[in-house]
Every structure is written in structure tokens, then in C-alpha cells.
């Protein structure tokens, strides 16, 4: 393209050369860098709603189940870890927090400090996710995960348990809570991986020194990305942990 | 390229420590039965969190107004999406015509 | 053909000699060049490949229905089989040919074109979604070489997720994956048009192609994740033999309906909208005027985007939706037909007092037009609450969605691709077979569709292989519209695939329209323009002087 004798003819209207550092040319469909950076910010946040979107869907379903089933999916709700979820929300808050700072550095040229802020983010976003983990094994092993093995054993203190276990549906309410939070802890794990991926790509990138105050930009579209992701686990955390807590 | 605004890490401390606060009270609201509050309590709670996210976590109080604007019709259509699918739930019981009859 | 190029843009820069300058088509020869193309004009020629073998597909599908259904008893094939033929039918037509194909092959080659860009803000991308685009396919047609599926296009559960025992799960990810494809395209156009407009190329100086386009991606974005989401439910249900939308388990197959509706309703939107662009351009051109209320029309596009999505609980008034729910959406639904009608009027208006020249895109619009307002008054009335359950789920659903969808995008699609492949390709199409391949349409069409009204009306239900014997007369009369809309649709085919090659070359502006695609040359230069356009006015800027003095010429020498 850039041999085309057609691509000089976007020089900047009163003559003037677009942009002063000769090793950033933006691409060549946009004339300035500034018109590309805008573009790129606008098609993430578009990106991000169709996201809101997506994990919408699972949200309505959650909210029609729970105005259906509201005491077996508190009954439900009440056997997952709140501690645990409460450590993971602190851990997805603070890989947020190392986001920001590595973009941060990028902002004043401290390329040690992208690396370093890049490895924290990567590191806690494990961590979420090894969490996680062990709270899937605990569902495993209490055979709540809905399938052919699934039982939901109601405790014969629960008060709500005292007037709804008769009910022959309710283990398949109780399922359905389950259901739903697999899908949805799944699939806000998978976006998970997916950051890491992204995350590792650009921890590799400013190892070879290729981000500084001058061109971030990946790095803030991933760091959108990111905090979109914790976002959604800041409304997953209380839909799905808080629900039964108080009934205890 | 246009300067870029920095934000302090103070600023940035300052908020996370608010999030911080934030998981805690909503913790700590949920083992108190408030009753048709419980909801409304979490909910707002999660929307601070987020809208702290979303303005300085995610820029966007320094975005250009399209940008808000795209924000803002995502969950604009969320809440719209929610409302009225939960509309047909709600009202699943009423009658609104009169059954012949009856 | 008539190719006399009057009325030409003042801003006009091109040299007007010779065809073999540098464009699209000869900067660069080989597989590679196509395959890895980052130029919108060459993704969009791909997608026309992608799109009109889908097209072809469905249609032999479509062909099979008529078949069988010329006698009231099922001898070409059984109840199971016609399950699969209908339902693949329907899948591929709606998810592989009438989304993408007007965005995704007009609006890739003309939004840039249309905006003075030099290309889509993400080329890659736009790459990507056709590739996206074909890889959905390809898990589409792994479903129906192994079988198919036999669910319906609307996949309703708990039969897609309990009881159908056919290819579900692929097709289901074939769809969540093109899905991808149509959210890239979408928010690549967007970005475009926000971010990319030529200097001095403010909003209201946009085409109403670009509008449309624009109101068309705002629902992609919005309506896309929610069906995808949906889908994915539907299959980790199936897979997992999970209860979410099986009522056995607890779970409320209506809820299904809803979220599918949501975004399947609105995906209406994205068919008819882009057509209602095209037919935008194309009464402007061809009638050589303003389009009449201008702005009204564009916000017309964005009313109808938006409150689209307000109305699919249309669908649900007899699945067991709240009676209060149901005449909201009946009201809403009835409100969509207002910016609906103010754009027919408008076009109608438009062609007042117009110079109006009957050429083979024009033949389609006005085509369009007309079964475009069958369409969609037909809608209003299965929009009310006293109707909708005599006729839900008969032929008169057929009939009506047919019309709008293949009445109405299928009309548009290929006026415009009449119109723009000139601008395409830089040749011509013989005028004569062209005309006859709209002429033949739109009587194959109101044939076939037309008696559907009827037989709908008289309690013919959808989806069934066999027939009591007192339809018969009217599927017949169906059957054999059917066959001459095939020719229709095998003749532009076969004449466009030719012109490629023996077309007579058609100057860069054979229409003599205006409109910043026409002001560069034609097949455009891969930079599409040669200088930056600087635009100083309105998108329909026809010069009614000289129109009228044309007029007048030709009436004294023609």
C-alpha cells in the first residue's frame, strides 16, 4: 500500500505532515492516528455492549427463574462459599486496579512498570480462576452440578425447607439455580481465560519494548476488556452467592 | 496526538479501596433480612461498584460523548430487554379482559 | 440500454477515458489476492459468492416444499423428511442469505464508497467475518449432509432441546458463530460512519442507504448477543441434559420465546431496513429527484430500529404469554407500521412529478413497493390480538412474512445489485433479459404467495407435508409460481455471471446518478477515490433544469 502513488493524497489540509513521529503511520485507511485511536475506541465499547448484551441473556433468565422459584433458588444460593466468592470479587478488584496501573505506566513511560503490572493482573486473574476451581470441586463433590447425579439435600433445620420440600419440582428448581450458575460463572470464566490469553500476547509485546506514552492503545482496549469482565462479576457475585445468606 | 490525561495512583487506590468497601457492605447487608429491600440493597450496591469501574477504571468520564452514549444504550437495551420479558411474568395472574362467563 | 449519463454530480473528478485504469478488480490477480483481500470491494464480491450459493441452497429447498406439496398426500416425502426440507430451508435463507446479504455485500461495497472512505475502519476484521461467515456455514452444512434438523428455523424448545433426535447442536453453533460475523460487519459499518466521513460530510448529507445501514447496525449490536446466548443455552441444554427451558424440569419453554423473539423479531428489522435503503437510492435516482422528506425518512430507519425492538411478543399471543403483555405488544406492534408507512408514502412521493425512467432497478423498487405494503399492512393485522390466533401458525404467517422478506429484501437486493453492478464491475447487463428477470419475479412471486394469503385464511396450517384434497387448487397455482420465480431468480444469475465477461462496458456512470459512488470511477480504484471528495451538499442533488431539458429532447428527437 504504501508504494501506491495514491496514498499521499490524504495529506493533512493546509499541507502540513499528519503526524510528527515518523514511526507511527496510522493504518491506511484512517489519516491520522488520532481518527484511528478513535475508531479503535469506539469498536471496543460497541464490542462491550453486544457483551452486555450476551451475558444480558443469562441475566434475564436468572431474574424470570428467581421470581418463579424464589425459595428454592435461596435455598440453593445458600450453599455456595461466600467467603470464598467474597475473596475472588476482592481478587478480580484488584487485577482491575493492576490493570489500570500498567496502562498507567504506558501513560508515563515506565515500560518496567507494564511488565510488572501486566504479570500482577495475569497472576491474579489465575488466581480467580484456580478459586474458582475449588469451589466448582466442592460443587462436585456436594453433587450439586445438575445432571443425572444431582441431589440437593436440604438441611431438616431450613425453615424454608420445612414448607416447600414437599414439592416434587423443587430439586428441579434447585437444579435449574445450579444450572444457571454453572452457565454463568462458566461463561464469565471462559471471558477470563480469553483476558489472559489477550494479556499474555501484550505481556510478550512490552517485553520487546513495543508500548510506550506514545501507542497504548492495546493495552486499553484489553484494559476495558478486563474491567468489563469484572463488571459482571460484580452482579454475579451477589445474584448468585447473597441470595440465601440471610436465612441462615 | 493530544495530550493524554493521567490519573493520579491515588485516585486510583482511592477507588479500588471503595470497591473494596463496597464487596464488604454487600456482604454484610446480606446476612440482614431487610425484607423487598434485600434486592434493592445488593443492586445498588453492584451499580456503584460498577459505575466506580466504569468512570475510572474504564475512563469514561474522560470518553467523548459517543462513547458514554454507546455505554449507556448497552445497558439502556439490557434494562429494556429485562422490563419487558419480566413484564409477561408479572402480570401472568391478572385478568385484564373479562372471562364470558364468569 | 439506455446509458446516456446526465445530470452529473458538479464534484465529479474523474477522467472519463479509458476503462483499463487501475482499480479493484486488476490491481492484483491470483487466489491469494481474493482470499486475503483487505479492500471492502473484494470482501464484498466474496460475500456475494458465499451469500448466493446459500441462496441457491435454500431456494432448492424451497423447491422441494413446492414439490411436495403440489398433491395433498405426501408422496415425494414423509412427515420427517419435510420437517428437515422446511427447517433447513428457513435456517439457511434467514440466517446464511437474508442477514448478511444486502449489509454484508451492498453495504461493504458502498458504505466506504458512500462515506468518501478509503476503506471500512477494520479491514481485518471485515476479512474475518466472511471467514467467520463461511465457517458457520460449513457447521450448517455438516448438519444437513449427516440429516438436518427438523425443528423449525425458531428452534423451540423443549422439542429442539428434549425430543429432536436430529442435528441440533451443530446447527445451533453454526448460527452462534455466524452470528460473529454479523456483529464484525456491524460494528465495522458503525465505526465507519461515525469515525471515517469524508470532509464536510455531515449526517444529513448521508444517503439513506447509509442511514439504513446505520439503524440496521444498532440492532445487529444490540439483538445478536441475545440470540447467541439463547442458541448456546439451547445446545448446553440439549448436550447436558440440563432443565432451563424444559417445563418437565421446571424450566418455561415460553421464556425460550422470549429471548429468541428478541433478537429474532428485530432480525426482521435487519432484513427489510438495509432493502429500504436500497430502494431509498434507487427512486431518487431513477426518478431524478430529492427524496421527498428526507429527514423524515432517515429517522424513520432509526423509529424503526428502535421500536422494533419493543413488538416481539407479537409471536407469543398464543404460547401462553399474560394477556396485559400480549396488548402491550399488540399496541407496539402496530406502531412499528408508522415509520413503515411514512417511508412508503415518502417514496411515493418522491416519484411525483419525478422524470421517471423505467430501467431494471427501478422495475425492482417499484416491484418492492408494492408487495412491501401487502406485506406490511398484512403485518398490522396479525399484529392484533383478534386475528393473530385464527391465522398463527397458517399460511396466512407464510404469506405475510414472505412478502416482507422475500417481496420486500429479496426485491431490493437485487434492484440494487442492478443498480450498483456497473459500479461493480464496470460493465453492463443485456436491459431486455434483465427486465424480464423483474417482471418474471414479481408475477412468480404474487402467484406463488398470493393464494398462501388465501389458503392461510381458510385454516391451511404451516409445516405440514400432506393437505386436505380442497386446497389443492391453490397450492398447485403456489407450486407453479414457485417455478416461475425460479426463472426470475436463474436468469440474473446466469446474465451477471456472463456480463463479467461480455458485458458491454458501462462507463463509470450509466445511470447518470449522482451520489458520492458514483463520483469515482467505475470498478473505484482500490483507494476509491483519487482525491479526497470535499462534499458541499445533499446526497439527491439532482439538477431538475437539466433533467427537464433531457426530458424534452428526447421527447422531440427520441
Redesign the interface.
Known amino acids: 500500500m504504501a508504494s501506491s502513488p495514491l496514498v499521499n493524497r490524504y495529506g493533512h489540509e493546509h499541507g502540513e505532515p499528519v503526524d510528527h513521529r515518523e514511526h507511527r503511520h496510522p493504518a491506511h485507511q484512517f489519516d491520522t492516528m488520532e481518527q484511528q485511536k478513535e475508531s479503535s475506541t469506539l469498536g471496543m465499547w460497541l464490542f462491550l455492549v453486544t457483551e452486555i448484551m450476551f451475558f444480558g441473556g443469562l441475566f434475564t433468565a436468572y431474574l424470570v427463574y428467581r421470581t418463579m422459584y424464589p425459595a428454592a433458588f435461596a435455598a440453593a444460593s445458600s450453599t455456595l462459599n461466600v467467603p470464598l466468592g467474597a475473596l475472588n470479587t476482592a481478587v478480580l478488584i484488584c487485577s482491575s486496579l493492576t490493570m489500570a496501573m500498567a496502562i498507567r505506566s504506558a501513560q508515563v513511560n515506565r515500560r518496567g512498570g507494564i511488565l510488572v503490572f501486566l504479570l500482577l493482573t495475569m497472576a491474579l486473574g489465575s488466581t480467580f480462576l484456580v478459586v474458582k476451581g475449588f469451589e466448582y470441586h466442592d460443587k462436585f463433590v456436594e453433587h450439586h452440578v445438575p445432571g443425572p447425579s444431582f441431589n440437593f439435600v436440604l438441611e431438616s433445620s431450613h425453615e424454608i425447607a420445612a414448607t416447600r420440600a414437599q414439592d416434587p419440582l423443587y430439586q428441579r428448581h434447585a437444579e435449574i439455580f445450579f444450572s444457571l450458575y454453572f452457565i454463568m460463572t462458566g461463561i464469565h470464566a471462559t471471558h477470563m481465560i480469553i483476558g489472559l490469553g489477550i494479556l499474555a500476547v501484550l505481556l510478550f509485546y512490552s517485553g520487546r519494548g513495543k508500548f510506550d506514552s506514545e501507542y497504548y492503545n492495546p493495552l486499553e482496549m484489553t484494559g476495558l476488556y478486563w474491567h468489563f469482565v469484572d463488571i459482571v462479576w460484580i452482579f454475579l457475585f451477589p445474584l448468585l452467592y447473597l441470595l440465601g445468606a440471610h436465612t441462615h | 496526538m493530544s495530550e493524554h490525561y493521567v490519573a493520579p495512583v491515588s485516585l486510583y487506590v482511592k477507588v479500588f479501596v471503595a470497591l473494596l468497601i463496597g464487596t464488604g457492605l454487600t456482604v454484610a447487608a446480606s446476612y440482614f433480612n431487610f425484607g423487598v429491600f434485600n434486592n434493592f440493597i445488593a443492586m445498588t450496591i453492584a451499580v456503584i461498584k460498577a459505575s466506580l469501574v466504569l468512570f475510572f477504571f474504564m475512563d469514561l468520564r474522560h470518553s467523548t460523548r459517543m462513547t458514554i452514549l454507546t455505554a449507556a444504550a448497552g445497558f439502556f437495551w439490557l434494562v429494556l430487554m429485562l422490563c419487558m420479558i419480566m413484564m409477561d411474568y408479572w402480570s401472568r395472574n391478572a385478568i385484564v379482559l373479562p372471562v364470558p362467563g364468569k | 440500454m439506455d446509458t446516456t449519463a446526465v445530470a452529473r454530480s458538479p464534484i465529479t473528478t474523474t477522467p472519463e477515458t479509458a476503462f483499463e485504469r487501475p482499480n479493484y478488480l486488476n490491481s492484483d490477480f491470483g487466489w491469494k489476492s481474493w482470499l486475503f483481500t483487505l479492500d471492502h470491494k473484494r470482501i464484498a464480491i466474496l460475500y456475494l459468492i458465499s451469500v448466493t450459493a446459500f441462496f441457491a441452497l435454500g431456494g432448492t429447498f424451497a423447491a422441494l416444499i413446492r414439490l411436495e406439496l403440489l398433491t395433498p398426500e405426501g408422496d415425494l416425502m414423509g412427515p420427517d423428511t419435510y420437517n428437515r426440507v422446511f427447517t433447513m430451508h428457513g435456517i439457511i435463507m434467514v440466517f446464511f442469505f437474508l442477514i448478511p446479504a444486502i449489509p454484508a455485500v451492498l453495504g461493504n461495497f458502498l458504505v466506504?464508497l458512500m462515506v468518501g472512505?478509503?476503506?471500512?475502519?477494520?479491514?481485518r476484521l471485515n476479512l474475518a467475518s466472511w471467514y467467520v461467515y463461511n465457517l458457520g456455514g460449513l457447521f450448517t452444512l455438516w448438519a444437513i449432509v449427516n440429516g438436518g434438523v427438523d425443528t423449525g428455523w425458531t428452534f423451540y424448545t423443549p422439542f429442539s432441546t428434549t425430543y429432536s433426535n436430529t442435528y441440533v447442536v451443530p446447527t445451533a453453533l453454526g448460527i452462534f458463530i455466524t452470528g460473529f460475523s454479523t456483529?464484525f460487519t456491524a460494528?465495522?459499518f458503525?465505526?465507519t460512519i461515525?469515525?471515517?466521513r469524508a470532509?464536510g460530510l455531515s449526517w444529513f448529507r448521508l444517503p439513506l442507504f447509509i442511514w439504513s445501514t446505520y439503524a440496521t447496525s444498532l440492532i445487529i449490536?444490540?439483538?445478536?448477543?441475545?440470540i447467541?446466548?439463547?442458541i448456546l443455552?439451547v445446545a448446553?441444554e440439549k448436550v447436558?441434559?440440563?432443565?432451563?427451558f424444559n417445563p418437565k424440569?421446571?424450566?418455561?419453554p415460553?421464556?425460550f420465546e422470549?429471548?429468541f423473539w428478541?433478537y429474532s423479531h428485530p432480525a426482521v428489522y435487519i432484513m427489510i431496513l438495509p432493502a429500504m435503503g436500497v430502494i431509498s437510492e434507487l427512486i431518487a435516482a431513477f426518478s431524478r429527484k430529492k427524496v421527498f422528506g428526507y429527514r423524515v425518512v432517515a429517522f424513520a430507519s432509526v423509529a424503526i430500529a428502535v421500536l422494533g425492538?419493543?413488538v416481539w411478543?407479537h409471536h407469543?399471543f398464543v404460547a401462553g404469554?399474560?394477556?396485559?403483555?400480549a396488548?402491550?405488544f399488540s399496541v407496539l406492534s402496530m406502531l412499528v407500521a408508522v415509520p413503515s408507512a411514512v417511508k412508503v408514502f415518502n417514496w411515493t412521493a418522491t416519484l411525483y412529478e419525478g422524470s421517471i425512467s423505467y430501467q431494471t432497478p427501478m422495475l425492482y423498487a417499484l416491484g418492492f413497493i408494492g408487495l412491501f405494503t401487502i406485506g406490511g399492512l398484512t403485518g398490522v393485522m396479525v399484529a392484533t390480538l383478534g386475528i393473530d390466533p385464527h391465522v398463527h401458525d397458517t399460511y396466512f404467517i407464510v404469506a405475510h412474512f414472505h412478502y416482507v422478506m422475500v417481496g420486500g429484501t429479496i426485491m431490493a437486493y437485487l434492484g440494487g445489485l442492478h443498480y450498483w453492478w456497473p459500479k461493480m464491475t464496470g460493465r453492463l447487463y443485456p436491459t431486455f433479459l434483465s427486465k424480464l428477470s423483474a417482471l418474471l419475479v414479481f408475477v412468480g412471486f404474487n402467484l406463488t404467495f398470493f393464494p398462501q394469503f388465501i389458503l392461510g385464511y381458510m385454516g391451511m396450517p404451516r409445516r405440514y407435508w400432506s393437505y386436505p384434497p380442497e386446497f389443492q387448487v391453490l397450492n398447485v397455482l403456489s407450486s407453479a409460481g414457485a417455478s416461475v420465480l425460479g426463472v426470475g431468480y436463474l436468469l440474473p444469475l446466469f446474465y451477471f455471471t456472463w456480463s463479467m465477461k461480455y458485458g458491454k462496458k458501462s462507463g463509470d456512470n450509466p445511470w447518470g446518478a449522482v451520489g458520492l459512488e458514483w463520483d469515482t470511477t467505475s470498478p473505484p480504484?482500490?483507494?476509491n477515490f483519487?482525491?479526497?471528495p470535499v462534499v458541499t451538499h445533499g446526497p439527491y442533488e439532482y439538477n431538475r433544469e437539466e433533467v427537464h431539458n433531457r426530458l424534452t429532447e428526447e421527447a422531440n428527437f427520441g
Open positions: 466506504p472512505a478509503k476503506d471500512l475502519a477494520m479491514p456483529i460494528l465495522n458503525i465505526v461515525h469515525r471515517m470532509p449490536m444490540l439483538g445478536t448477543p441475545v447467541a446466548i439463547t443455552l448446553a447436558l441434559h440440563l432443565g432451563i424440569l421446571g424450566g418455561d415460553v421464556l422470549h429471548m428478541f425492538f419493543l411478543g407469543l404469554e399474560s394477556a396485559y403483555s396488548t402491550v480504484p482500490t483507494e483519487y482525491t479526497t
